[in-house]
Nanobody
Framework: QVQLVESGGGLVQAGGSLRLSCVYSGSRFSLAAMDWYRQAPGKQRELVAGISRAGSTNYADSVKGRFTISRDNAKNTVYLQMNSLKPEDTAVYSC??????????WGQGTQVTVSS
C-alpha cells in the first residue's frame, strides 16, 4: 500500500508564495505519475499540475506561469511551488499517485488560504 502525506499549506497574502510537499511512502516512486489536485468550497476538484515518471509536466491554464511541479526521486517527494498566489487559489490541495494496475492513492490534503 502507498501512503501520501502533504505538507506546506497555510495562510498567505495575495502575491505571496508557498511550497507544498508530498511524501510517498511505498516502493516504485520512480514509476509513479504524480498529480496535485485542489478543491475549493462549492467547486469540483480540479487537476492543478502533473508530472510523469519521465519528468514531463502539465498545468491547468489558471496556474501556468505561477506554479511549478517537480519531483525528487531520491526523497520520494513531489513538490508544488506556488508563486504570485491569488485569492482564487484558496483550496484544499491533495496529492495523487498512480501506476497503472498497481497504485491509485490520495493524500489527506493540505489547506491553502490566500487573503486579499
Amino acid at each position: 500500500q502507498v501512503q501520501l502525506v502533504e505538507s506546506g499549506g497555510g495562510l498567505v497574502q495575495a502575491g505571496g508564495s508557498l511550497r507544498l510537499s508530498c511524501v510517498y511512502s511505498g516502493s516504485r516512486f520512480s514509476l509513479a505519475a504524480m498529480d496535485w489536485y485542489r478543491q475549493a468550497p462549492g467547486k469540483q476538484r480540479e487537476l492543478v499540475a502533473g508530472i510523469s515518471r519521465a519528468g514531463s509536466t502539465n498545468y491547468a491554464d489558471s496556474v501556468k506561469g505561477r506554479f511549478t511541479i517537480s519531483r525528487d526521486n531520491a526523497k520520494n517527494t513531489v513538490y508544488l511551488q506556488m508563486n504570485s498566489l491569488k485569492p482564487e487559489d484558496t483550496a484544499v490541495y491533495s496529492c495523487h499517485a498512480k501506476i497503472p494496475l498497481l497504485v491509485d492513492s490520495w493524500g489527506q490534503g493540505t489547506q491553502v488560504t490566500v487573503s486579499s
